[in-house]
């Protein structure tokens, strides 16, 4: 499977601070739990990756997500 093929997998996702000083991007979806620690510095690397994913991504448009900067028409 690569980046771009789409996938019918539903997953949780959560990211915190661990008590050793760690970033956890925790993981879980059927069947699976995926814990990945990285340094803070790993972490920014990481954050910045997903800013410019982001910001490539609106740059290619698509359909806009409901809530997601689209208003609905005051009545």
């Given amino acids: 499977m690569s980046i ?14 661990t008590d050793h000083g760690m970033v956890r991007i925790y993981v879980e979806a059927e069947n699976i739990e995926l814990p990945l620690d990285f340094d803070p510095e790993e972490a920014e ?3 910045e990756e997903l800013l410019a994913a982001a ?4 740059s290619i448009g698509g359909p806009a997500k409901p809530g997601k900067g689209v208003k609905k028409p005051r009545r």
């Avoid at 771009?4 to 601070?17: E, K, T």
């Avoid at 910001?55 to 609106?58: M, N, P």
């Fill in 4 to 17: 771009n093929s789409q996938s019918d997998i539903a997953a949780n996702l959560q990211i915190g601070p």
């Fill in 45 to 47: 690397e990481i954050a």
């Fill in 55 to 58: 910001e490539a991504a609106r």
